[in-house]
């Protein structure tokens, strides 16, 4: 009896990890949702998968696209060019934001203090360390635009910080899929009246 809670605390802490570590930032669905839309297109091409390139852009896009698609298919979008009410696009750069300024770890001094159990201890050494200083990241903005009007409808922005600089694509297309699929959870089913 008092293992179904332990499971389902498991097993929801599994997937908070799973989306955990990326900022994610979208405006509000309104503006798309008033729209009441069922037809899309990609804004792009997409990119020539057999340059032999080693920008992570070549890698990303087929991801990004698959997984865009998937998500709005399931809410009854429908990919079709020639009657697309909206278009999508997508932004990806990386970039570097300042880390946690090391002054918020104030158990830290050169100075030896004399109050009890108050000496630095490896651990507060370790974490300003980590924290502090500047930390690159991945940045992606998936925009949607209004077909006819040519306006921005609905953004959001992912921001993850690069804990590895050695690429397993495996990893990160678990991890963009995971990411794509939490920020169009919010979207509103298609508009079925419009076949």
Same mark, same amino acid.
């Given at each position: &009896? ?6 389902? +605390? !498991? *097993? ?66 429908? !990919? ?8 999508? %696009? ?5 970039? *570097? ?5 090391? %002054? ?10 004399? +109050?009890?159990? =108050? ?7 370790? $974490? ?8 690159? +990241?991945?940045? &992606? ?16 922005? &992912?921001?993850?910080?690069?804990? $590895?600089?050695?690429? %397993? ?6 991890? *963009?899929?995971?990411?794509? @699929? =939490?920020? !169009? ?7 079925? @009246?419009?076949?």
């Amino acid at each position: &009896m008092h293992l179904y809670p332990l499971i389902c +605390t !498991l *097993l929801l802490s599994s997937l908070l990890a799973a989306c955990g570590g990326v900022e994610i930032q979208s405006t509000p669905v309104d503006q798309f949702a008033n729209g009441h839309y069922t037809y899309y297109k990609w804004r792009t091409e997409p990119l020539p998968q057999n340059t032999g390139s080693k920008d992570p852009f070549y890698e990303l896009d087929p991801i990004v696209r698959r997984e865009v698609n998937a998500n709005l298919q399931a809410l009854g979008y429908k !990919l079709d060019p020639a009657r697309a009410q909206f278009s999508v %696009d997508y932004l990806y750069a990386p970039g *570097l934001i300042q880390g946690a300024k090391p %002054d918020q770890a104030s158990n830290i001094s050169h100075i030896p203090s004399a +109050t009890i159990n =108050r000496q630095v201890d490896q651990a507060s050494v370790d $974490n300003a360390i980590a924290l502090g200083g500047v930390k690159s +990241t991945n940045n &992606m903005v998936l925009q949607f635009n209004d077909a006819q009007r040519q306006e921005v409808i609905w953004t959001a922005r &992912m921001t993850k910080i690069v804990e $590895n600089a050695n690429k %397993d694509v495996a990893r990160i297309e678990e991890n *963009l899929a995971a990411y794509i @699929a =939490r920020i !169009l959870a919010d979207l509103p089913a298609a508009n079925a @009246a419009q076949k």
